[in-house]
């Protein structure tokens, strides 16, 4: 009887797999079409201009994950077949610009950033829509468009740079696909950029939950040579002519180094199936950056803790992942008061019995919890994180997303990449 119950159960589930994968071959074709728009405004007002849409030649995401049921992000997508009004895609992800809208420059001027979504390229006519959180926590439509996929104005794909293959375990669909671009590697550096590939892969898959979970990720790369070898760093009036023009001092934190132009930085990644984009930047100065399902971006040659930083930073762009420490930013808005944070490891306590960390606290543990040795190495709810000493919880006294004086993940951190990975590689 059991094993009959059994054969039934995966009788079902394999019928659900197809049926899913049924409806990615009834809506979309396997490549990307990609909607490249720009966000703009200031601290309070924010605003969206369409630029142009392009055809990518591969799809590296789940044909069975097409709708987030995660919640993870500022900001989300939709993508609705305009035939039945059905939503057939939707991702959550981050932005630069929503970063900036919290510093203090927001405050005095306007800006907008070039900006870019991706989904499977459509069969049918379909509409985009475009949400972004407001100060309660809640997605608001922002911004809509029709979008008409055999229009003779999408813009075609043009192959420019050299694909390499660093670590390959299966059907990009059915992995987390990472594609590592090169900043700041001149002509004569390709070598150099390969070596650092390499080393990526190699400390990604040291750390767990990567390291049981490596079969589940490909990594590729794209070679993309710089004018000049070496980074940008404006505080220090050194400009460079690179590939993905990155640079120091983002925000004016002197370690904060991002990428404004993330059209650019797409029109690399293209050249491969991928899911994340990681950026290798050829300098040993400390710094880097990850923002949820837009990219990061690290010093590849730092001398003493490249491997956790990208670990670190990975954790920002895989599930949006919060830093965990106090202060050493320049923005101090990220968190509205009474307003529970939508990242796995950070809570205000406003809403904290709809996360799974809560179900992972031992039943004596007290809220908050004492940072003493009493609890060390047990889950808990920890006062500091989000950059604030007061009124936001962390799930444990250290992590990475912490500190890169340990080189181990919380539990909870731990568990949430694994349903990441779970729900990507389905």
């Known amino acids: 009887m059991r094993l009959k119950t059994f054969v039934t159960l995966f009788f079902l589930i394999l019928v659900g797999h197809y049926s899913l994968q049924a409806q990615f071959d009834t809506y979309f074709l396997n490549k990307t079409l990609r909607f490249d728009y720009y966000h703009g405004g200031d601290h309070k007002v924010e605003d969206y201009y369409f630029d142009e849409l392009k055809e990518e030649p591969y799809w590296g995401g789940s044909k069975i994950a097409l709708v987030d049921t995660m919640g993870y992000g500022v900001q989300m997508f939709k993508i609705i077949d305009k035939a039945s009004e059905k939503v057939i895609y939707s991702r959550g992800f981050c932005t630069l610009f929503k970063e900036w809208q919290s510093t203090a420059e927001a405050q005095d001027i306007r800006k907008a950033m070039p900006e870019s979504v991706v989904f499977p390229y459509p069969k049918n006519p379909v509409r985009i829509e475009l949400y972004s959180r407001n100060r309660k926590g809640v997605f608001e439509k922002k911004f809509e468009q029709d979008i008409d996929p055999n229009s003779h104005f999408i813009r075609q794909f043009s192959p420019k740079y050299e694909a390499i293959e660093i670590a390959y375990h299966g059907r990009a669909d059915k992995r987390v696909d990472i594609v590592l671009i090169s900043e700041g590697y001149a002509q004569n550096e390709k070598e150099k950029f390969i070596t650092a590939c390499q080393y990526f892969a190699k400390e990604f898959f040291s750390y767990s939950p990567y390291k049981e979970q490596k079969n589940s990720f490909n990594i590729q ?42 059209q650019g930085l797409r029109d690399i990644a293209a050249h491969v199936p991928y899911d ?63 307003v529970e944070p939508w990242e796995e490891n950070l809570t205000t306590l406003v809403d904290f019995d709809k996360k799974d960390w809560k179900k992972m ?52 951190c731990t568990q949430a990449i694994k349903k990441q990975i779970k729900f990507l590689c389905q």
């Open 221 to 262: 790369a794209v070679w993309a040579p710089s004018q000049e070898s070496g980074v940008t760093l404006p505080g220090e009036n050194i400009w460079r002519n690179t590939a993905t023009k990155a640079q120091f001092y983002t925000f004016d934190s002197e370690r904060y180094q991002m990428i404004e132009d993330f």
């Open 276 to 338: 994340y984009i990681y950026v290798l930047s050829n300098t040993q100065k400390y710094g880097g950056g990850g923002i949820y399902n837009f990219y990061g971006i690290s010093a590849a040659h730092n001398p003493s803790s490249t491997g956790k930083i990208y670990i670190h930073e990975f954790g920002h762009l895989f599930l949006g992942l919060g830093d965990e420490y106090v202060g050493n930013v320049s923005y101090s808005d990220m968190y509205p008061k009474g």
């Open 361 to 412: 606290l031992d039943k004596t543990t007290p809220i908050p919890t004492p940072a003493n040795k009493e609890y060390s190495n047990k889950i808990g709810v920890y006062e500091g994180g989000g950059y604030i000493k007061e009124g936001i919880y962390r799930p444990y006294q250290t992590c990475l997303m912490k500190e890169l004086s340990v080189d181990f993940f919380c539990p909870v």
